[in-house]
């Protein structure tokens, strides 16, 4: 559940995901919401692209807490990182962020930040792409770095919101949410074109 307190002015709104990080940027909005845990089967199909996975995976959670709650609307996000059409995911630990962080040094990653808007039958789903390029280090100081931050529950092992941010080169994207987990431009027009008031009155 969220911390916001219940207001009239908007309808019922529900993040169908558990990361603490898309939580915490939706809060920004100053809405009312809840959080509901999608379960969702998060493998990728056999030759799927990165953009279609993570289109695919925003729109399978949305449906999935939906179906719970048909008379809320429901966020389901996802976000996929691609070096050079391969999908890169969360490291789970040190060994794989360390070869994460090797493979990606000197190149531009693709993130694909997905968003499902759903409410019954009526639903929208979009991505938005973030270029990321990241310095050429040595593995003295990524290994700073992981140790520092310990970033294994973040897709490419590098959060720009921290730390990570040393790692990068530049950033490339219409949203600067987006690479932090929610692209919160087009989900705020997304949520007033819905009906909801943002900024709400007090």
Not at 7 to 36: D, H, K, M
Not at 57 to 65: D, G, I, Q, R, S
Not at 131 to 159: H, I, Q
Not at 169 to 178: H, L, R, T, V, Y
């Amino acid at each position: 559940m969220s911390n916001s307190k219940n207001s009239p002015q908007n309808p019922t709104l529900i993040l169908a995901s558990t990361s603490v990080y898309r939580r915490e940027l939706l809060e920004r909005l100053r809405i009312p919401f809840e959080v509901v845990s999608p379960k969702v089967d998060e493998t990728p199909l056999t030759g799927e692209s990165t953009l279609d996975l993570a289109l695919r995976l925003a729109h399978a959670k949305a449906t999935a807490v939906s179906k719970q709650h048909p008379d809320a609307w429901v966020i389901g996000s996802d976000q996929v990182a691609d070096l050079c059409g391969a999908a890169i995911g969360k490291p789970g630990n040190f060994e794989r962020a360390m070869a994460q962080l090797q493979l990606m040094r000197g190149q531009t990653v693709t993130f694909h930040t997905a968003l499902c808007l759903m409410k019954g039958e009526t639903q929208t789903t979009l991505s938005v792409p973030t270029e990321v390029t990241f310095r050429k280090l040595s593995d003295d100081v990524l290994e700073n770095y992981l140790l520092a931050e310990e970033p294994y529950d973040c897709a490419g092992s590098a959060k720009s919101e921290g730390l990570g941010i040393a790692l990068l080169e530049a950033i490339k994207s219409d949203d600067p949410s987006a690479l932090i987990g929610l692209p919160l431009i087009a989900l705020t027009g997304l949520l007033r074109d819905a009906g909801f008031v943002i900024p709400a009155k007090k």
